[in-house]
């Protein structure tokens, strides 16, 4: 039986060119990139050279990116670094209740440490409206921080109108552009994002690394203390052959997201089109027409999620949902339930299939037809 | 054609014990397509957002890696609500004494989750019980777990011969001791984890607040059988035929035992000295009756009987009436038989099926003061 990968926006097979360019830094390039030696200076030179292209895949300049280990200490780096260096000036944030929980738990900590959060809500098109955010601004925020795309429903938020917005206010702006990075073009001059957030392994890169871009001027406290690297923000050695990976994976993404897009728009309508005509059950959650290619996020009524993923992945489908059901706790997913209501069962009956570098016109339809074959067995 | 074992898909119920564990291992040794699923049936997260379920899940996922089998877990919370807590609430309040384990295995692990299991496209489902199912004729019976000391056919007394053409139990023909040797031969993460105790929803927990958080105590009276008032009682619930700890009545002689409660006067019944000729019966009657194969009974028969878990088995006599409950009548008479409990009739190694003890009857006579 072959496996079938439909979860890339959880991660990505690394691309062989990724994979290419690193082995070689393992083998020759060792040094620590704050040696004043000429080990150190290779090492130095390459994470120069990687910072200047991951920059201005962003539009954004070097000195603005601070390397992480990925996607949740970047926002960690954002919301509580900011927060904390801007306190004197308002203790109020704003971000959304369908952020990823690498947000929403940071909030949430923050929450307890004395500042005061504001959640905005999600429309049925699963968007937030700008008018609530505008509402909810107060001269005491701080920070705002509303993800690009989101993990779960692939729905695009409105950045820039929040952008614009924020212009003229002291409020900083975050977006956790991790599920964006490698399906939309991000100029963070155009949107007036303040901060941004975005990991490698979403995008053919190696896992435990990513990048927080914090524009030019902004206060930042760290959250680590140690060396002087990243500009004493994120000390600690830096994670050379990661970055050169994550740098190839950038290279290659913008050379090709124009037709990788192309192709994932194509792999979902097939999925979708056989699911029609088996005659399948479902409805597509989130406007389709505002989702990146690459994600569908599908309910099957009569059905529920712990019985769906277990007989994908024993047929050899993998794909995921919102709601958590590990150590048989059910938790509904917290974004469609933001978007439905908590009682909608589509909260409980949704899968996430996303589509990438794994996948194949004939892998993807095979795919359909074993889904499509599961849902007809479980629902009599 | 026989399917080859490869072929054959057998669900494995995982707790994160170690019974469960070896289960799985064995199946998987003898080449089956194992799954390992790990059930939910009650919330315990406590305050720090912690529960035990947590950590067990932990043990099975790692027992599954070291097997190489896939692994994942369901949620039964609601129906394990419904269906075993309401009941357990519902006789404790009748001023019985009721045994959960066999309300989840009857509506739960074989029920609820046999059919979960079947959606995920088994032919079986395995557990780490100790019991023994063996087909004759087309006809499945369930043995004694071959270690005595362990068997658990008395919790299993609600299944049916259809059930158990759908289950394996893999530990069934082993002493613990050997489970626990096998366990520790393969390295299994589980191989010395305790034996989880007591009622699992419960835990490790105080019974009695436990029960308090679901039921108000109503505290009142404890008397002897004629009337005299011997102290005072915390609540009916909290006390079982038989039981000794925790009366605190003083003075000399002998101990004193709960022979009865009366639950509209709220007075629990005392006397004294084990032997007392108050807690002894020589018939009870049964309701809820199983028969695992109704053709192996016949109306009158005789066999042998457990009233308790972990008991000696009893001769006696069964008769079945017409409303479907029984009558059991017994050889010898016995000590503290308590309603709500279970009682479990086998034809030697053979467990017929059983039911639950309503009435307890000495000398034709219905003991009242037992409820």
């Known amino acids: 039986m072959e496996h079938i990968y439909l979860d890339h926006a959880a991660t990505t097979p690394m691309d062989k060119r990724v994979i290419e360019a690193m082995v070689p830094i393992y083998e020759e390039v060792f040094g620590n990139p704050s040696s ?13 050279e990687a910072r200047r292209v991951l920059a201005s895949s962003i539009h954004a300049n070097e000195k603005e990116i601070i390397f992480t280990s990925g996607g949740t200490e970047a926002d960690n780096l954002a919301l509580i670094g900011t927060a904390l260096a801007n306190k004197h000036k308002g203790n109020h944030i704003i971000t959304t209740n369908i952020e990823h929980h690498a947000t929403l738990h940071t909030a949430e900590y923050l929450e307890k440490e004395g500042f005061e959060v504001t959640y905005l809500p999600v429309h049925k098109d699963g968007k937030i409206s700008v008018g609530d955010l505008k509402d909810a601004l107060k001269d005491e925020t701080i920070l705002v921080s509303v993800m690009y795309v989101n993990n ?8 820039a109108e929040i952008g614009d917005i924020l212009k003229e206010h002291q409020a900083h702006f975050h977006t956790d552009a991790v599920q964006a990075y490698g399906t939309l073009e991000i100029n963070v001059e155009e949107l007036n994002v303040d901060l941004l957030s975005v990991s490698a392994h979403k995008i053919n890169g190696p896992k435990g690394i990513g990048f927080l871009y914090a524009k030019e001027g902004i206060k930042l406290n760290a959250l680590q203390f140690g060396g002087e690297q990243e500009r004493k923000r994120r000390p600690g050695t830096e994670n050379v052959v990661g970055v050169i990976g994550f740098k190839t994976a950038v290279e290659v993404m913008r050379e090709e997201r124009g037709s990788r897009n192309q192709k994932y728009e194509e792999f979902k309508q097939l999925f979708l089109q056989v699911l029609k005509e088996e005659e399948i059950s479902f409805d597509i959650n989130g406007d389709v027409n505002n989702t990146i290619p690459s994600l569908v996020n599908i309910s099957f009524p009569g059905t529920n999620v712990e019985k769906l993923l277990a007989n994908f992945d024993l047929s050899g489908v993998a794909a995921s949902s919102g709601s958590a059901c590990t150590a048989g706790a059910v938790e509904p997913s917290h974004v469609l339930s933001a978007i439905y209501g908590a009682n909608n069962p589509c909260t409980t009956n949704s899968i996430r299939f996303s589509f990438g570098a794994a996948n194949t016109n004939d892998n993807v339809l095979e795919a359909a037809h074993r889904v499509a074959k599961i849902i007809k067995r479980l629902v009599k | 054609m026989m399917k080859e074992n490869k072929d054959i898909r057998v669900v494995v119920g995982m ?11 064995l199946l998987k040794e003898q080449g089956y397509d194992v799954v390992g699923i790990f059930m939910k ?13 947590t950590e067990d899940f932990d043990d099975v996922v790692r027992v599954c890696n070291q097997l190489d089998i896939p692994y994942y877990s369901v949620n039964f919370e609601k129906q394990y609500w419904d269906k075993v807590f309401t009941y357990f609430l519902d006789e404790y309040k009748a001023g019985r004494t009721p045994n959960p384990d066999v309300m989840c295995n009857k509506e739960i692990k074989f029920k609820a ?18 019991a023994q199912v063996r087909e004759s004729n087309g006809k499945f019976k369930m043995l004694r777990g071959v270690d005595s000391n362990k068997d658990q056919t008395y919790f299993l007394n609600q299944l ?23 366990a520790s031969a393969h390295g299994l993460a589980t191989a010395t984890k305790k034996d989880s105790t007591g009622i699992c929803f419960i835990g490790e927990r105080n019974f009695k607040e436990f029960l308090s958080e679901y039921l108000p105590a109503q505290p009142g009276e404890m008397q002897t059988l004629e009337g005299e008032v011997k102290g005072k009682h915390d609540g009916l619930m909290y006390y079982t035929i038989g039981q000794r700890q925790g009366l605190g009545i003083g003075g000399s002689g002998d101990p004193w035992f709960v022979v009865g409660k009366n ?5 629990l019944y005392v006397e004294q000295g084990f032997g007392n000729e108050s807690l002894y019966s020589d018939e009870l009657t049964a309701t809820d009756l199983n028969w695992i194969n109704p053709d192996d009974v016949s109306q009158t028969f005789s066999c042998t009987a457990k009233f308790r878990y972990r008991q000696e088995d009893s001769a006696v006599t069964v008769q079945r009436l017409e409303n479907g409950n029984v009558r059991v009548i017994f050889d010898e008479r016995q000590r503290a038989i308590t309603p709500g409990q279970a009682v479990v009739f086998y034809n030697g190694e053979v467990c017929l099926g059983g039911g639950t003890i309503d009435k307890v009857i000495r000398q034709n006579q219905v003991l009242d003061y037992v409820g």
Not at chain 2, 163 to 182: C, H, Q, T, Y
């Open chain 2, 113 to 130: 989750f046999l059919d979960y299991a079947l959606d995920l496209g088994a032919d079986y489902l395995a557990t780490g019980h100790y």
């Open chain 2, 263 to 267: 639950l509209k006067e709220n007075i």
């Open chain 2, 160 to 182: 049916t011969s259809d059930i158990l053409e759908k289950v394996m139990f893999p530990l069934g023909a082993l002493p613990k001791s050997k489970v626990r040797e096998i």
């Open chain 1, 152 to 159: 779960e429903t692939g729905i695009i938020q409105p950045v």
């Open chain 2, 15 to 25: 707790s994160g014990g170690v019974d469960s564990s070896v289960a799985a291992l």
């Open chain 1, 36 to 48: 004043v030696h000429a080990f150190g200076r290779k090492a130095r030179q390459l994470l120069d």
């Open chain 2, 41 to 53: 049936n009650w919330d315990d997260t406590d305050e720090f957002g912690v529960c035990t379920a």
